[in-house]
Antibody, heavy 120, light 106 residues
Framework: EVQLVESGGGLVQPGGSLRLSCAAS????????MHWARQAPGKGLVWVSRINNDGSSTSYADSVKGRFTISRDNAKNTLYLQMNSLRADDTAVYYC?????????????WGQGTLVTVSS | SYELTQPPSVSVSPGQTASITCSGDKLGNKYACWYQQKPGQSPVLLIYQDIKRPSGIPERFSGSNSGNTATLTISGTQAMDEADYYC?????????FGGGTKLTVL
C-alpha cells in the first residue's frame, strides 16, 4: 500500500523554526517528484513546494521563498520541509503528496497532514 | 499569477446531478484535476487530465474542461458525496488550487 506519513508539526513562536518530515512507503520513493501543500484552518489548499526525484531541482510558492527549504533523503525514503522565520500566517496543516506521472500530473496520494501552529 | 475561481458552495438533492465549476484564463488549454476532501481527512484525487478517473473512483464522478471553465459533475449524488471539492492546474512549473467548493447534499 502506498503511504505517506507526516510528522514534526507543533507549536512554535513567531520567528522560530520547524522541520517537517514525510515518510514514504509502498512505492519506489526515488522515482517520484514530491510536494508540500498546506491548508490554514477553515481555508483552502495552497501549494508550497516541489522537489524532483533526485533532489537537484526545487521550486517554491512566493509566500515561502527564502524561508522554507524542501529536501529529501532517498536512502531513508523521507521528504523534508525546513521552515524558518515562521509567521502567524504559516499556521496550517501541512500535507506531503506524491506527484503522478504524465502531462500535468496530479497529486496522489496525500499524507494525513501535520499541524503547524505559529503563535506566542 | 494564475488564479482558479470556484463557487464557495453548491447544494444538490440526493439522486440529482451536481456541477461544480472552476474558472481560469484559458483553462481549457491546460489540464485540470479535482480533489475531494471530507472533514478531518486528506484530499483524495477524483479526476485528472480533465476527464480521467483513478481506479476506485465511482463512475458518477466525471470531468470536462473547455474555454475558461473546468467542470466536475457528480451524477446521482449521494449523501456520502457531501464534502469540499478543489480544482487544480499547473501554471508553468507551479501548482494552483481553486479556493474550494463546499457541496451540500440536502
Amino acid at each position: 500500500e502506498v503511504q505517506l506519513v507526516e510528522s514534526g508539526g507543533g507549536l512554535v513562536q513567531p520567528g522560530g523554526s520547524l522541520r517537517l518530515s514525510c515518510a514514504a512507503s509502498g512505492f519506489t520513493f526515488s522515482s517520484y517528484w514530491m510536494h508540500w501543500a498546506r491548508q490554514a484552518p477553515g481555508k483552502g489548499l495552497v501549494w508550497v513546494s516541489r522537489i524532483n526525484n533526485d533532489g537537484s531541482s526545487t521550486s517554491y510558492a512566493d509566500s515561502v521563498k527564502g524561508r522554507f527549504t524542501i529536501s529529501r533523503d532517498n536512502a531513508k525514503n523521507t521528504l523534508y520541509l525546513q521552515m524558518n522565520s515562521l509567521r502567524a500566517d504559516d499556521t496550517a496543516v501541512y500535507y506531503c503528496a506524491r506527484e503522478g506521472s504524465g502531462i500535468a500530473p496530479p497529486f496522489d496520494p496525500w499524507g494525513q497532514g501535520t499541524l503547524v501552529t505559529v503563535s506566542s | 499569477s494564475y488564479e482558479l475561481t470556484q463557487p464557495p458552495s453548491v447544494s444538490v438533492s440526493p439522486g440529482q446531478t451536481a456541477s461544480i465549476t472552476c474558472s481560469g484564463d484559458k483553462l481549457g488549454n491546460k489540464y485540470a484535476c479535482w480533489y475531494q476532501q471530507k472533514p478531518g481527512q486528506s484530499p483524495v484525487l477524483l479526476i485528472y487530465q480533465d476527464i480521467k478517473r483513478p481506479s476506485g473512483i465511482p463512475e458518477r464522478f466525471s470531468g470536462s474542461n473547455s474555454g475558461n471553465t473546468a467542470t466536475l459533475t457528480i451524477s446521482g449524488t449521494q449523501a456520502m458525496d457531501e464534502a469540499d471539492y478543489y480544482c487544480q492546474a499547473w501554471d508553468s512549473s507551479t501548482v494552483v488550487f481553486g479556493g474550494g467548493t463546499k457541496l451540500t447534499v440536502l
